[in-house]
């Protein structure tokens, strides 16, 4: 079984504050995902990571893939009480297949 | 678009009770997913479908039968509900090669 490991599991922080978040797998993956949930509605996508390396920026989220494409993260600055939400990332392995999900990242920021 | 919907939103069983939750699209996508999100658990993989008429199992596929008889409606059935089945569950779709767009959910609760 695959693995998606998700670190931390819960973060409370200032507005302001810079915070990163860990998605770290034994597995290589062709590419990876990460996904905003907030409560009560399913999760919507931020953004695919497909390239070993690469780094893609949404305004103030960094997000990166790692060069063996086992892990990534999120780097998410000046964080604002908007951005608070469980943050998914999920691992695909091409074709049909469903998603490989860590456990997730419970992000509180506090005005 | 409606995107993917799902119904019901909400449902309550006893135990050893059946249900069937649908989940519609209206994207023309080729592939479908049923999900379940437990806490601290992450979203599994319960069964997928590839199209019309195929179905395949995911990583906890026990307890859950569906059926993919129309090319938008993937159906995820309960003959004999179990506590342990209470979880929220999510339906996706997607198109071969994108990615994955999720329905806001439905929580399930077996007493």
């Known amino acids: 079984t695959q693995l998606l490991e998700q670190s931390p599991q819960f973060l409370s922080i200032q507005e302001g504050e810079n915070l990163t978040v860990y998605c770290n797998s034994s597995s290589v993956f062709s590419s990876l995902q990460w996904y905003r949930q907030e409560p009560g509605e399913g999760p919507v996508l931020l953004v695919t990571v497909v390239t070993g390396g690469e780094v893609k920026k949404l305004k103030r989220l960094t997000f990166q893939f790692g060069d063996a494409r086992k892990d990534s993260s999120l780097h998410i600055t000046a964080a604002q009480p908007g951005d608070t939400g469980l943050y998914l990332c999920a691992g695909a392995q091409g074709g049909a297949d469903g998603l490989t999900f860590g456990k997730g990242t419970h992000l509180i920021i506090q005005p | 678009n409606a995107g993917v919907t799902q119904t019901p939103k909400f449902r309550v069983l006893k135990t050893g009770q059946s249900m069937t939750l649908l989940c519609a699209q209206d994207m023309n996508h080729e592939y479908m997913y049923w999900y379940r999100q437990d806490p601290g658990m992450g979203l599994r993989l319960i069964h997928y479908?590839?199209?019309?008429?195929?179905?395949a199992k995911g990583e906890v596929p026990d307890g859950y039968n569906v059926s993919r008889l129309k090319k938008q409606n993937f159906l995820l059935g309960l003959e004999s509900a179990a506590p342990s089945q209470t979880s929220v569950y999510f339906c996706?779709?997607?198109?071969?090669?994108?990615?994955?767009?999720f329905g806001p959910g439905t929580r399930l609760t077996v007493t």
């Open positions: 996706a779709s997607k198109l071969p090669g994108w990615e994955q767009y």
């Open positions: 479908s590839v199209g019309e008429g195929t179905t």
